[in-house]
């Protein structure tokens, strides 16, 4: 397993550098070097000389990939491009482009994202499994036909009018909780209730849906007709055979997720003015800061390459019959 | 056996207790309303609650300059003068000076002239300045001294800053006494390589020796840069600047080139605020960067408020400056201030409000709903919530609806310092140039847009159509049939009227495009606007403009794009017609007059001219007026600007929009100061009453957590039987 969790981690590096390059290209495409001055400036008086300036003091005052201007190796060196990116390999994040530093924004935002991301995780995980098994017990009935249609209403509905719903309805009209609002320490948890109920909610049609369909494939196997056929109860049946097979899909989906949880909720954090790392790319991506998006955007790929090796952990784990080699 | 059971559920049962008593202190919040954002220890404090959407990006008086910037950095820093809270037309009035400063004029060989000397023998002017001596710092590390009387903090190594993360990490702080080397220290920084100082390029252009200056600090940074020394702190005092010098320990001279009483204005602003330069050394030692402590983060100043909290990502908090040196409100206003009640607390000593809360929010809906519900002492109002907060009579008189009325909320109103038009490049082959053809096309458009529409419709008649470039409430504003712009409307007894679409059409064809076709070739006259805008709002604009422009049988073409990709148009001048804006610096005609000065074009120049306009008899006059005082002459040559102006219709004379703001019954002294960034000092807030009424209005509703209590059993129970009826099932009865 050793050998191939370091093949994994080696094929990451090609793919981190083709993240970095195509944010880089997306990013340039956009925003000139010209333009994040002019934005950082100030819209009013913004000089030429100043502009120069400014990019000179950022290091944007190179080509963007290729120096034709330098030889050899600083041809490709000498560039922002390179000296832009390479560090984030090392984990150095350096300076946003106005003067913060990055490693401990993203430190500070971390835990407002995951007061979040977890409990919805949790709960969602624990509504949606209890939902799902429900349906698949009562499978054919009123119970289960009566589920699958609020399913499919509950993924019908935008998750935008889940939060401005959510926001009238329990903060504004029945006054239960703040609108909107973080604190630090204990004082967080009023202000994370309604977050977390509206991920929960809106997440329960499309979970709930897909575990029930894990839950029936297992329940139609032979193993679960053996177990009946013994003469075990039917909750018996549902919880040690059925539950615990169907659990392999389940857990390798959550596991995949978890890392990603750091990277916080773009919608969520922006309407419960929650100060995330969500909130944190979303910030950086209107103010054209390249140092902090590509420093998102290559942190994302990281946790996702993370996730996957850890879904594939987690396989040997929950699953004895596969093997990595 | 009983015992450990015993045992056992008494533990169930504490555990359970337990967890009620903190869910019951979580949730019921001593008695406060449960939807209160705020500790509940804070209810009944004498504190200011209001709202930030977007993080300031400098807090450091030489860089911050868009209001959501001064809105912090006003209240802390004290330039030498101030605008008068109360009185309009906005007047200047000492804040640390001893008093408004007086120009003295000097010949290019240093010989006074004469005050009413012609501007054209005027080579310098000379400003002295005096400051009123005993005014403090607020408390900071930077001035904490040691038992030896040294600087506590001054030669940090990176050991001392272990355990350093903020500001408050450093146990001493200190304060002195503000000097007039702080004033000149911070005018030397403008030029701070390092700062990118917003105004520098323009106040290299006055201030005698600040260009030169620039480039002398560049060289010293780069060679201290290349040296490596650590913290790269450059100390400004070993570099002299010829324009600034210290008189004596309160009193300091600004010389400028030539006449700019305007000069004033900008010494109102935080850009001429003091720095300390041992402040500036504090912050500038090796490790503080990295640590994100910074002037930009950290400000220093002797204002009325001290920033103490500054986390731009959810809270930043001010509170009162114990070292302030005290204020009062003033004593006089406009005539109706006495009986709007904003006399009551004259000569009361400021600031009245201990503490300031400004909180993260990001979207206007939860952030309107807060301020319903109290939790905000003031908001502006948004298009979305506007038809809930105004109601506007048959006539167009404004007020608010009887819901805010109920809540006893107040509206006040003010016209903003602002202009947004329709501009014409007038580099243009087509639309551009100063022909009597061009002329006549730039005018017949200017008629057909009809602004008043476009203010009733997407700005809720929020706006006045401009008639010029002059908004009201600033010299040279001419009101009533006098101030009527002639080219686009007709003077009637009602007011004024629109031109008709039949009068553009004949403009339109004596420009040689009768029925919007070129009379040479025959072809449709097609024309682009160019625009940053998108989105579903932005397309109901434009599909409102291009209707304008089929009145007269135009075809207008709509080139969206990005915001970058249409400043580099302006910059280069590809744009054709589009929308501009602009908020004035200070409340003096020249920051409008000067957006149709000929040399301050955006192409080539990169000045504020969106239109390219150049006209050698308007910038003639201009440079006539900007130096002038506040004269019936000056408002002559005004007069005849504006006259020019609208001849030549560089724009189509858009409109001068109108601030609503909103307030609750408990927030006093609210009066609109458009030009004021440091109008907290004077506000009050009245907490028992807020207190009182919160309370009142966020009581919350609890049925609807029976009902889902009800509604979970409703499922609960059905499902356990169910479970149970299956349970007991056998497979007999399964078959049969």
Redesign the interface.
């Known amino acids: 397993m050793f050998a191939y969790i370091v093949r994994r981690i080696a094929y990451a590096i090609p793919i981190l550098i083709g993240v970095n390059v195509l944010t880089f290209y997306l990013f340039f495409v956009?925003?000139?070097p010209?333009?994040m001055a002019?934005l950082?400036?100030?819209m009013?008086?913004?000089?030429?000389?100043?502009i120069a300036?400014?990019k000179s003091?950022h290091g944007y005052d190179k080509p963007l990939l290729v120096n034709h201007k330098a030889s050899g190796i600083r041809e490709f060196t000498d560039t922002i491009f390179f000296e832009k990116s390479v560090r984030l390999f090392a984990f150095d994040f350096g300076?946003s482009d106005?003067?913060?530093?990055i490693s401990?924004d993203i430190s500070?935002?971390m835990l407002p994202s995951l007061a979040i991301a977890i409990p919805a995780l949790l709960v969602g995980l624990l509504v949606n499994v209890t939902f799902a098994m429900?349906m698949a017990?009562?499978r054919g009935?009123y119970?289960d036909v009566s589920g699958v249609i609020l399913c499919v209403i509950l993924m019908s509905i935008s998750g935008m009018f889940y939060i401005?719903g959510g926001?009238?309805l329990l903060?504004?009209?029945?006054?239960?909780?703040?609108?909107?609002?973080?604190?630090s320490g204990?004082?967080a948890?009023?202000?994370l209730i309604l977050p977390v109920l509206i991920g929960v909610i809106s997440g329960i049609g499309s979970g709930a849906r897909w575990y029930r369909t894990f839950f029936l494939e297992e329940a139609g196997k032979d193993f679960v007709r053996t177990a009946r056929a013994k003469g075990l109860?039917?909750?018996l049946v549902m919880f040690r055979h059925v539950l615990r097979n169907a659990l392999i899909p389940i857990v390798t989906g959550v596991v995949v997720v978890l890392p990603l949880l750091f990277m916080g909720s773009l919608l969520t954090e922006?309407?419960?003015?929650i100060?995330g790392l969500g909130?944190?790319t979303i910030?950086a991506i209107n103010?054209q800061d390249f140092a902090v998006v590509r420093v998102m955007v290559f942190l994302g790929s990281v946790l996702y390459i993370i996730g996957l090796i850890l879904v594939d952990i987690t396989y040997t784990i929950v699953d004895p019959r596969v093997r990595l080699s | 056996m009983q015992t450990t059971r015993a045992y056992s559920m008494r533990g169930r049962s504490a555990i359970a207790a337990a967890l009620c008593t903190v869910l019951l202190l979580?949730?019921a919040?001593n008695g406060q309303?449960?939807?209160?954002?705020y500790?509940a220890a804070d209810a009944a404090r004498n504190i200011y609650y209001a709202s930030f959407s977007?993080?300031p990006?400098?807090l450091d008086p030489a860089q911050s300059?868009?209001s959501n910037e001064v809105l912090f950095t006003g209240q802390i820093y004290e330039p030498p003068l101030q605008y008068h809270y109360l009185k309009r037309p906005y007047q200047l009035i000492p804040l640390t000076a001893t008093e408004v400063p007086r120009a003295h004029y000097l010949d290019a060989q240093g010989n006074p002239l004469a005050d009413d000397a012609p501007a054209a023998q005027i080579a310098f002017s000379e400003y002295d300045i005096h400051i009123k001596p005993g005014i403090h710092y607020q408390p900071h590390p930077a001035f904490a001294r040691d038992a030896q009387g040294r600087l506590r903090y001054a030669h940090l190594t990176a050991r001392d800053l272990d355990g350093i993360h903020s500001l408050g990490d450093f146990t001493a702080t200190g304060t002195r006494e503000l000097v007039a080397a702080d004033y000149v220290y911070q005018i030397k920084r403008l030029a701070h390589?390092?700062l990118?100082c917003?105004?520098?390029?323009?106040m290299s252009e006055y201030i005698v020796g600040l260009a030169d200056y620039s480039a002398t600090l560049?060289q010293a940074w780069n060679e201290l840069s290349a040296s490596g020394e650590p913290g790269g702190y450059l100390d400004l005092a070993r570099y002299p600047l010829t324009g600034v010098q210290v008189l004596d320990r309160y009193s300091y001279r600004i010389r400028i080139h030539g006449k700019y009483p305007q000069l004033l204005y900008w010494l109102a602003m935080p850009f001429f605020a003091p720095v300390p330069p041992e402040v500036d050394a504090f912050y500038a030692q090796p490790g503080m960067?990295?640590?994100?402590i910074?002037l930009?983060w950290y400000p220093v100043g002797t204002g009325p408020y001290m920033l103490t909290v500054n986390?731009p990502?959810?809270q930043m908090v001010m509170v009162r400056n114990p070292e302030f040196h005290g204020e009062t409100y003033p004593l006089e206003g406009e005539p109706s201030d006495r009986a709007a009640g904003l006399l009551v607390d004259a000569g009361k000593p400021l600031p009245f409000i201990d503490r300031i809360v400004f909180?993260?929010?990001?979207?206007d809906?939860?952030y309107w709903?807060?301020f319903?519900?109290g939790y905000y002492d003031s908001s502006g109002i948004t298009s979305d919530s506007f038809d809930q907060a105004i109601s506007i009579g048959a006539g167009g008189e404004v007020s608010l609806t009887d819901a805010m009325k109920r809540k006893g909320i107040q509206l006040n109103t003010a016209v903003a310092s602002s202009i947004y038009y329709t501009g014409f490049n007038m580099l243009d082959p087509v639309v551009g140039g100063y022909s009597e053809r061009a002329r006549k096309l730039r005018q017949a458009i200017s008629i057909a847009i009809d602004t008043e529409e476009y203010v009733s419709i997407f700005l809720n008649g929020r706006g006045i159509p401009a008639q010029g470039m002059i908004p009201p409430g600033i010299f040279g504003y001419v009101e009533g049939a006098a101030g009527i712009n002639p080219v686009m409307y007709d003077v009637t007894p009602r007011g004024p009227r629109r031109k008709s679409i039949a009068q553009a059409r004949r403009l339109l064809a004596g420009a040689g495009y009768p029925d919007g076709r070129d009379i040479h070739t025959g072809k449709p006259l097609v024309l682009n606007f160019d625009t940053a805008a998108v989105g579903p709002d932005a397309k109901a604009r434009l599909d409102w403009l291009t209707k304008q422009f089929a009145k007269l049988d135009l075809q207008l073409v709509i080139r969206a794009t990005?915001?970058?990709r249409f400043?580099?148009k302006m910059q280069k001048g590809t744009a054709q017609i589009f929308q501009w804006g602009w908020n004035a610096?200070y409340p003096d005609p020249e920051n409008f007059l000067f957006l149709l000065y000929g040399p301050n074009s955006k192409v080539g120049k990169?000045g504020?001219n969106a239109a390219n306009y150049r006209n050698p008899e308007f910038d003639r006059l201009f440079e006539q007026v900007k130096n002038m005082e506040n004269t019936p002459q000056r408002a002559r040559l005004i007069e005849q600007m504006t006259d020019i102006a609208r001849q030549d219709a560089p724009w189509v004379w858009g409109f001068f929009p109108k601030q609503f703001s909103l307030h609750h019954v408990w927030y006093k002294n609210a009066k609109p100061n458009l030009m004021a960034n440091n109008s907290l000092k004077y506000k009050r807030i009245e907490p028992a009453l807020r207190a009182r009424l919160q309370a009142q209005w966020?009581?919350?509703?609890l049925w609807?957590?029976y009902v889902l209590a009800v509604l979970i059993l409703a499922v609960i129970v059905p499902?356990v039987i169910?479970?149970r009826r299956?349970?007991r099932q056998t497979a007999f009865a399964g078959a049969r």
């Not at chain 2, 960067?289 to 994100?292: G, I, L, Q």
């Open positions: 956009v925003n000139s010209d333009d002019r950082h400036l100030g009013k008086h913004v000089t030429a000389e100043a300036s400014w003091d300076f106005d003067g913060r530093d401990y500070q935002r429900l017990f009562f009935t119970v401005i926001q009238f903060a504004k009209l029945f006054r239960l909780m703040p609108i909107s609002g973080y604190a204990l004082g948890i009023k202000f109860s039917e909750s922006s309407f419960f003015s100060p909130s944190y910030d103010k | 979580l949730v919040c309303p449960w939807n209160r954002p500790p977007e993080r990006n400098h300059y868009s390589p390092k990118h917003p105004i520098l390029g323009l560049e960067s990295e640590r994100n910074t930009d986390n990502n959810r909180s993260l929010e990001k979207e809906i939860p709903n807060k319903l519900q990005d915001y970058n400043q580099d610096d990169n504020e966020n009581q919350p509703v609807p957590l499902a169910g479970y299956r349970q």
